[in-house]
């Protein structure tokens, strides 16, 4: 099974809400997304979706990347698939984001 698609990252959304069990606020990062892929049956497809960002990538840039993906089980207990890694392709920027040199 290949678990790894190429994405591009085209803009974010940020969605706050407190964590159920702490009341701590929080943040959902979704990634806008274009995703290329090739069927035997329907040949080369283009689709535009929402990719939930892991927490730890979080400061992703906007760019191209290879994306590999995992199984995963949700609350609902259904079988999903969960982003695991991301390597940056083409003219995508370095995926680490540049420090910020502003004095506090």
């Known amino acids: 099974m290949d678990n790894k698609h190429h994405v591009q990252i085209v803009g974010f959304k940020t969605i706050d809400y407190r964590n159920k069990k702490t009341g701590a606020p929080e943040q959902m990062k ?19 979706g929402e990719l939930v960002m892991p927490k730890a990538m979080h400061e992703t840039p906007i760019g191209s990347y290879l994306a590999e993906f995992e199984l995963a089980v949700g609350q609902d207990l259904r079988i999903g698939s969960r982003l695991t890694k991301l390597h940056p392709i083409g003219g995508a920027s370095s995926a680490r984001p540049k420090a910020d040199t502003k004095a506090s």
């Open 30 to 48: 979704l990634a806008q997304c274009v995703v290329t892929s090739e069927t035997v049956d329907k040949g080369p497809q283009i689709v535009v």
